[in-house]
């Protein structure tokens, strides 16, 4: 079953007996933005076509940004680009993104 059948994240929870923990692990941290970076997105957001549909603001916009936060978090959390999650067959998908914990054996 898709994650969009359910209304909302405790539903899931409920269903399934997962137990839930949040925690803030990320201590904000300033950072300079790159020159570089400031201009590929206004010239994106200038004379892109990023807005057409959910893909290209995904692609266009959402991702290099994330990306453009992760490098300077990459020793905390791992960024997973559209990676299936899957628990037990009936609950499956694919999240455009989402962060986690970093352990070595991924970092």
């Not at 992760?70 to 299936?84: A, D, E, G, V």
């Not at 998908?93 to 352990?103: L, N, V």
Request: charged share 20%; hydrophobic share 40%; with cysteine.
């Amino acid at each position: 079953m898709p994650f969009s059948a359910y209304k909302d994240l405790s539903a899931v929870l409920k269903e399934f007996e997962i137990i839930q923990n949040q925690s803030n692990f990320i201590i904000e941290t300033p950072f300079e933005i790159s020159p570089y970076f400031r201009e590929h997105l206004g010239i994106l957001l200038e004379d892109g076509v990023v807005d057409n549909s959910e893909y290209a603001i995904c692609e266009s916009i959402i991702a290099p940004i994330l990306q453009e936060i992760w490098k300077q978090y990459r020793s905390k959390f791992i960024l997973w680009s559209h990676q299936t999650l899957r628990y037990e067959d009936p609950l499956s998908g694919i999240p455009e993104f989402s962060a986690s914990r970093c352990y070595e054996v991924h970092c």
